[in-house]
C-alpha cells in the first residue's frame, strides 16, 4: 500500500522519503532531551545507525517514512506504519526537531499526509498514541479531527514517574467531512 513514496507540497513544508541525506537533522532531533521526552525515547542513538534505517526506508512498502523539509532544512519525520491491510488501518506518528516546534509544520505535515493516505490508498483508520502530558501535540491532532478514544495508563516511566498514553483516531468519513472529499 505504501510501496510509492511520494514527495508531498504544502505552503510551509514539503514531505519527500526520508534518505541519508537526512540523518544530521534526525540525529540532532533524537538527542534533544525535550524531543526524547515528547516521544518517550529512553535508547541512544547514533549516526551510523540512524544512516542504515534511513537507508532502507524505501524499500519497505509497509510503511511511508517521510521527512518533513521547511526551507530546505529538515524539520522532522512523519511516519505511517504498522499496516494492517486486513482492517484498512495503520498508524501515524511525527516527530519534530528543536528548531522545527511552534511553527505549525506539524500541523500542516499531518494535513498532507491524511490527504495522501486517504486520498490515494483505500485506509479507513489512522491511529497514534500520544503521551497525556504533551498537550500541545493533542490539541494538533484534534484540530485536524483525531478523536481520542482511550487511555493507556502508565505507558510511559520518565524521570521515576508514570504518565499515561492517550489513543486516538480518525476514520475516512471523518476525513471527508472535514475536508469535503469524496476520496
Known amino acids: 500500500m505504501f510501496a510509492e513514496k511520494p514527495t508531498l507540497k504544502g505552503e510551509r513544508v514539503t514531505l519527500c522519503p526520508v534518505g541519508p541525506e537526512h540523518v544530521a537533522g534526525l540525529l540532532e532531533a533524537v538527542t534533544d532531551p525535550e524531543v526524547r521526552r ?15 534505517w534511513y537507508s ?17 532544512e529538515y524539520a522532522g519525520e512523519i511516519v505511517l506504519n504498522e499496516l494492517d491491510t486486513d482492517n484498512l488501518a495503520c498508524n501515524l506518528r511525527i516527530m519534530l526537531g528543536p528548531r522545527a516546534a511552534g511553527k505549525g509544520y506539524g500541523t500542516e505535515a499531518i494535513e498532507l499526509v491524511l490527504a495522501h493516505a486517504f486520498g490515494t490508498t483505500p485506509l479507513h483508520r489512522i491511529s497514534l498514541g500520544v503521551y497525556a502530558f504533551n498537550e500541545r ?8 479531527g483525531f478523536v481520542e478514544e482511550g487511555v493507556e495508563r502508565d505507558a510511559l516511566l520518565w524521570d521515576g ?8 483516531s480518525i476514520l475516512r468519513p471523518e476525513w471527508q467531512a472535514r475536508s469535503g472529499s469524496l476520496a
Open 161 to 168: 514517574r508514570w504518565h499515561d498514553a492517550v489513543l486516538m
Open 137 to 144: 501535540a493533542r490539541h494538533v491532532y484534534k484540530k485536524v
Open 38 to 52: 515528547l516521544t518517550g525515547s529512553h535508547a541512544p542513538f547514533d549516526a551510523e545507525s540512524l544512516r542504515l
Open 56 to 72: 532502507t526506508r524505501a524499500g519497505q512498502a509497509d510503511r511511508l517514512d517521510l521527512a518533513i523539509t521547511a526551507g530546505g
